[in-house]
């Protein structure tokens, strides 16, 4: 059963920033590829960011030059570097980790942007 946690969330005012880490149960390369995605009670989870398995990272465009997505190998974990947060970039955040058609789901942490 994989496990994936995140963690590092919290509240930040406009302008902050704020470093989210996924850690994974399993060798990350084991999965097509990882991502951070976010939902509110009015929005649909939709993808942030994503990493796959050679590396390759993907922005959603509202993201985009704020955003950093990495991984660590050895640690079994992937980290989202939020920069120049925005009021609308509140939401929980989710870490997903895709095998095939599977996308298996972190238990979700909340990011707060406000002042």
């Known amino acids: 059963q994989v496990q994936l946690v995140e963690s590092g969330g919290g509240l930040v005012q406009p302008g902050g920033s704020l470093r989210l880490s996924c850690s994974a149960s399993?060798?990350?390369?084991?999965?097509?590829?990882m991502g951070w995605y976010r939902q509110t009670a009015w929005r649909e989870r939709e993808l942030v960011a994503l990493?796959?398995?050679?590396?390759?990272?993907k922005y959603a465009d509202a993201v985009q030059g704020r955003f950093t997505i990495s991984r660590d190998i050895a640690k079994k974990r992937v980290d989202l570097q939020m920069n120049n947060l925005r009021g609308e970039d509140t939401a929980t955040y989710y870490c997903?980790?895709?095998?095939?058609?599977?996308?298996?789901w972190g238990q979700g942490i909340l990011v707060t942007v406000s002042s």
């Open positions: 997903g980790a895709r095998v095939m058609s599977r996308t298996h």
């Open positions: 399993e060798n990350i390369l084991f999965f097509n590829d």
């Open positions: 990493i796959n398995l050679a590396g390759v990272t």
